[in-house]
């Protein structure tokens, strides 16, 4: 079955402590990109991977890392997460440089106290 | 940087009606515009894809439509059902790799 999976689903974690979300997809999709999805605020894109070893900015990029030394895994590294960084994550996946549509994984809530 | 809204933020209407969901994008230079219905606890799932060299798509009972110009789409549901109820969310970009996402309409369909 084609799927996005993230991992954790949930975690509640404390200032200051590094975090690594997982994500992989079994589809062989070149394109991969994080988002943070906030009340009010609809989702806001992260950092985003046309292919292994290439990523970039998306429009909120600060206090986030991201990694794609293979082409199925795109971990969203939090180093020192803060309150601000608690909400809900998703992770997309797409074939590069088309029209087709992303498959989104069924997302990561993180909670920072 | 692109700025979408969606109106109206929530909207309740019985089974079997008609609806219209509309979305609005500031930067008329968009690269495609997607409809994505979200249910809760779960991902976005893809509902229709309009490229910019098109004006409209169609998916059983679903109709998206996007008028450049005027810097808007809507999103045509037919016959409502029950199942329909979710929060449906329009993105779009400037090109492929950036994408900027309304904040949703939440859809309630009363049997």
């Known amino acids: 079955e084609a799927q996005v999976t993230q991992n954790p689903r949930y975690l509640i974690t404390v200032t200051g402590k590094k975090l690594t979300v997982t994500c992989s997809q079994n589809?062989?999709?070149?394109?991969m990109s994080w988002y943070r999805q906030d009340p009010g605020l609809g989702l806001r894109q992260i950092y985003y991977?046309?292919?292994?070893?290439?990523?970039d900015k998306g429009d909120v990029p600060e206090g986030y890392k991201v990694s794609r030394k293979e082409k199925r895994n795109f971990p969203l590294i939090l180093e020192s997460p803060s309150p601000n960084q608690t909400s809900l994550y998703f992770c997309?996946?797409?074939?590069?440089?088309?029209?087709?549509?992303?498959?989104f994984g069924d997302g990561t809530r993180l909670s920072i106290l | 940087k692109q700025e979408v809204t969606q109106i109206p933020a929530a909207l309740s209407v019985p089974e079997g009606e008609n609806l219209v969901l509309n979305c609005s994008f500031t930067?008329?230079?968009?690269?495609?515009l997607q409809w994505f219905r979200q249910d809760p606890g779960k991902g976005l799932t893809s509902l229709l894809l309009?490229?910019?060299?098109?004006r409209e798509q169609t998916s059983g009972r679903l109709n998206a439509s996007l008028d450049k110009s005027s810097g808007r789409s809507t999103l045509y549901i037919a016959a409502s059902q029950p199942g329909d109820s979710a929060t449906y969310l329009c993105?779009?970009?400037?090109?492929?790799?950036?994408?900027?996402f309304g904040s949703g309409t939440k859809l309630n369909v009363k049997p």
């Open positions: 991977s046309m292919n292994v070893e290439v990523t």
């Open positions: 589809m062989n999709h070149e394109y």
């Open positions: 309009i490229q910019s060299s098109q």
């Open positions: 930067d008329s230079a968009i690269y495609n």
């Open positions: 997309a996946s797409r074939v590069r440089g088309s029209n087709q549509p992303q498959h």
């Open positions: 993105a779009g970009g400037r090109d492929f790799n950036k994408f900027y």
